[in-house]
C-alpha cells in the first residue's frame, strides 16, 4: 500500500484509509462484533494504516471495537476519532466542545480504544457556542500532554479553519467529498492547500450509490441514514442514475470498477488527499483498495471533468436539520 503525509503534519498514513463507522451505526444494522474484528483486521492485513472512528458511532461501541482490533498492531495504525456532540438516552442531543468535555472525551476515548494516545482528535461538528480558538487551544493542551499527536476538523468552513489553525497547527480536515459532492473544491481545498493542511474526504463513494449497486428500486434497512438524506430519494436515485450509468462505461474501459475510478479520482486531486472509504464485506475491501494502483491519465481526467460537468446531481447531501451544522 502506498503511503500518503496528510499536509505539512508529518502524520503519515496508507493512500486509502479505513472509515469503521459503518460497521457499527449509520447503515442499517450493526456488524456482529467478530464480522467488525475481522473486516478491521483484514484491512490491516491488505496494508491500512488509518483508521477512522468516533464516539458518536453507536455511540461508543465502534471505539471499542476499533480498540480491540488494532491493539496487536497499535504501534503500526494510526487512530482517528472525535468529539464535539453530547448524549442522552444513547442518541446525540446536541454539540458540546467545550474544554472540560473535550477533555472529558479524549479520556473517555482512550479508555474506549484501550490505547495511550490518540492520533488525530478531530472536532466532529464546529460548535457556534465555543470560539474555536478555545477548542484548538485546548486540544493543543492534550497534545502537549501526550494524549494526542494531532488535531483536526470536521465539516468547518474555510474561516474557521483558519482561526483554529492560528491557534493550533490543524493536521487535517475531514469532509465530505467525491465525484459526487465536490463543493470543496470552491473555497476549502484552497484553504488547505494554502495552510497545507491535509483532507480526509468521507463518504467519497457517494454513500454508495458510486459503487453501481444501487438504484432507484433499491431498498434500504429502516435504520439506515439514507432513508433521510434526500439525494436517495426514489426519485431523486432514478435521476441520479444517469451520472453512474456513465461512470459505469467509463470505468470498464480502463478497466476498473466504478468505486475504484471513484477513489483513483480523489487520490488524481491532490498527494495529500486520503479517503476513508468504509465497508463490512471483504470483497468491497480488496475492491476499494485496489484502487490505489488505478491510475487515471491527464486525458482520463479531462474526460471525466467533461462528463461531469455535464450530468445534473439531484437532491442535497443532507436533510436540512444536518445540513445546517457544516461549514460554518
Given at each position: 500500500?502506498?503511503?500518503?503525509?496528510?499536509?505539512?503534519?508529518?502524520?503519515?498514513?496508507?493512500?486509502?484509509?479505513?472509515?469503521?463507522?459503518?460497521?457499527?451505526?449509520?447503515?442499517?444494522?450493526?456488524?456482529?462484533?467478530?464480522?467488525?474484528?475481522?473486516?478491521?483486521?483484514?484491512?490491516?492485513?491488505?496494508?491500512?494504516?488509518f483508521f477512522d472512528t468516533?464516539?458518536?458511532?453507536?455511540?461508543?461501541?465502534?471505539?471499542?471495537?476499533?480498540?480491540?482490533?488494532?491493539?496487536?498492531?497499535?504501534?503500526?495504525?494510526?487512530?482517528a476519532t472525535k468529539f464535539g456532540f453530547r448524549f442522552e438516552n444513547g442518541r446525540v442531543a446536541g454539540l458540546d466542545s467545550r474544554p472540560a468535555h473535550i477533555r472529558a472525551v479524549a479520556d473517555a476515548s482512550l479508555r474506549?480504544?484501550?490505547?495511550?494516545?490518540?492520533?488525530?482528535?478531530?472536532?466532529?461538528?464546529?460548535?457556534?457556542?465555543?470560539?474555536?480558538?478555545?477548542?484548538?487551544?485546548?486540544?493543543?493542551?492534550l497534545i502537549r500532554e501526550g494524549k494526542v499527536r494531532h488535531f483536526g476538523?470536521?465539516?468547518?468552513?474555510?474561516?474557521?479553519?483558519?482561526?483554529?489553525?492560528a491557534v493550533q497547527p490543524v493536521t487535517a480536515l475531514q469532509s465530505?467529498?467525491?465525484?459526487?459532492?465536490?463543493?470543496p473544491e470552491a473555497e476549502i481545498i484552497p484553504t488547505l492547500e494554502e495552510l497545507g493542511i491535509g483532507f480526509v474526504p468521507f463518504s467519497p463513494l457517494g454513500k454508495g450509490f458510486l459503487t453501481g449497486t444501487i438504484d432507484d428500486a433499491t431498498t434500504f434497512d429502516s435504520t439506515d441514514f439514507r432513508n433521510v438524506v434526500p439525494r436517495f430519494s426514489a426519485e431523486n436515485r432514478?435521476?441520479?442514475?444517469?451520472?453512474?450509468?456513465?461512470?459505469?462505461?467509463?470505468a470498464a474501459r480502463k478497466p476498473a470498477t466504478p468505486a475504484q475510478v471513484a477513489l483513483a479520482w480523489i487520490l488524481a486531486q491532490r498527494p495529500w488527499m486520503v479517503p476513508i472509504p468504509g465497508?463490512?464485506?471483504?470483497?468491497?475491501?480488496?475492491?476499494?483498495?485496489g484502487a490505489a494502483s488505478v491510475?487515471?491519465?491527464?486525458?482520463?481526467?479531462r474526460d471525466i471533468e467533461a462528463a461531469v460537468s455535464r450530468i445534473e446531481v439531484h437532491g442535497a447531501r443532507y436533510p436540512e436539520h444536518l445540513q445546517k451544522m457544516v461549514g460554518r
Open positions: 500500500m502506498q503511503k500518503r503525509t496528510l499536509g505539512t503534519s508529518g502524520l503519515e498514513v496508507s493512500a486509502i484509509g479505513f472509515g469503521c463507522m459503518g460497521i457499527s451505526f449509520g447503515y442499517g444494522a450493526a456488524t456482529s462484533h467478530e464480522d467488525g474484528l475481522a473486516i478491521i483486521r483484514a484491512a490491516v492485513d491488505a496494508g491500512v494504516t468516533a464516539e458518536a458511532y453507536g455511540p461508543y461501541v465502534n471505539e471499542e471495537l476499533v480498540g480491540k482490533a488494532l491493539g496487536p498492531v497499535r504501534d503500526q495504525v494510526a487512530i474506549r480504544l484501550d490505547t495511550d494516545r490518540i492520533d488525530l482528535f478531530y472536532q466532529h461538528r464546529v460548535d457556534p457556542e465555543v470560539p474555536i480558538e478555545d477548542v484548538a487551544g485546548t486540544v493543543g493542551d476538523l470536521s465539516e468547518a468552513g474555510a474561516q474557521t479553519i483558519r482561526r483554529a489553525h465530505e467529498y467525491s465525484l459526487w459532492f465536490r463543493e432514478k435521476a441520479n442514475l444517469a451520472f453512474v450509468d456513465w461512470l459505469k462505461a467509463f465497508t463490512t464485506k471483504p470483497h468491497r475491501l480488496e475492491e476499494n483498495l491510475q487515471l491519465t491527464a486525458g482520463d481526467l
